[in-house]
């Protein structure tokens, strides 16, 4: 006989999103404690997961303090975390350059560098923590419904098909979200006819805690320093944007070469180039679904939304969705209510709204103001960048932007508990 089981929460996706808001849901004080599944394809800690590959994320300030808020950043900290103290920002072949400063913003750091996969250890080391997470991995969804009064879901587990049910289905399931493929939500998609190249490349000098944002013809160019070992502080991540006809030449060159292309491009600001790692590559596009949310569903991150990684705020995004949603189904469940009802799903959506649609103008913007050649153009953004740094208001405004402050702040934003 098929087995059935029921949940108050099913979120399809174990990845770094996923895992994020079953931790904030299970951790909540609650009288009755929400029962969450997670369905994986992949083992949780898997290091072929897709969340757990070599990249990095640039974690805003405010999405350090959500994991504060949640019990994690301690353990995420001791694994290796690096603090953006400064961001360098300059336009290749032009004059404008700016900064920003944690030390304006009055804080210690803008944001902090991780290493997916340890970001990846301690989110699933969290997850196995709480009573109340029930792991389905691997697992594949077979078929879902959503109804007026459920979420069913279809599984096979173990080697055995196993019905599901719950209040709310989360879809965390990354950019080809079969959730959202299979629910039939419209999404808007924009290819940018873009790579990004990532790897790790070391200088013969240390990085100090400076980021840097170079922006060049083929797309922005970031370095992001890289915690090392104690004596050394010399490594960053590297994000490098080319147009898709570049690549394969800057794939094929040997280690010697990339880094004198690298060198040539960048310039000398961060040192001389000495060592990279393995080279990894990334389409890029813009992804936006039109509408979040539907009865029983509720699509976050990556399945709800991709940005250009300009401005390193794509998890980010990510995360304040976790902990907006999280906010959202908590207060319903302290409240005796149906946390599945579409009435508190559309409060969700409404206060995601603005975040994204700042994020993402301020993301594609960026991209086709620093590629165009239209002279008027080149010579009115190199002026803003330098006029950025006699405007203490605006640069206030936007440090405060890039450090993930951006409309009403969440409870977990706040350092407070849900």
Known sequence: ???????????????????????ALASAQLKTRLKIAVIENYEFDDTQQPSFDSRTVALSYSSK????????????????????????ISDRGHSGLSHLRASEQGSDALGFVVENQHLGVALHQRVKEFDNIYLFCPAVVDTFS??????????TFEGKQTTLNAKLLVAADGGQSFIREQAEVKATTMDYKQTAII????????????????????GPLALLPLNNSPDTNNRYSLVWTLKNNQLEHYLTLDDEQ????????????????IKTGKRLSYPLSLMQVKEAVGARLAIIGNAAHMVHPVAGQGFNLGLRDVASLAQIVVDAQQQQNDIGD???????????????????????????????????????????????????????????QAMGF??????LARGLPL
């Open 1 to 23: 006989m098929k087995q059935q089981i029921d949940f108050d929460v099913i979120i399809v996706g174990g990845g770094l999103v996923g895992a994020s808001l079953a931790c």
């Open 65 to 88: 303090e959500i994991f504060n808020s949640l019990g994690l950043w301690q353990a995420i900290e001791k694994l290796g975390a690096c603090a953006i103290k400064e961001i360098h």
């Open 146 to 155: 959503l109804s007026a009064n459920n979420a069913e879901v279809e599984v």
């Open 199 to 218: 790897t790790n490349v070391a200088c013969d000098k240390a990085h100090n805690n400076v980021a840097y944002e170079r922006f060049t013809d083929s």
């Open 258 to 273: 990339f880094l004198s292309a690298l060198q040539q491009r960048f310039g000398d600001r961060a040192g001389n180039f």
């Open 342 to 400: 579409i009435c508190y799903l559309k409060q969700y959506a409404a206060w995601r709204q603005r975040d994204l649609i700042q994020t993402t103008l301020t993301t594609d913007s960026l991209v086709r103001l620093f590629t165009t050649k239209f002279p008027p153009v080149v010579v009115a953004r190199n002026m803003a960048l330098l006029a950025l740094d006699m405007l203490p208001g605006l640069k206030k405004q936007i440090g405060r």
């Open 406 to 411: 951006v409309g009403k702040a969440t409870r």
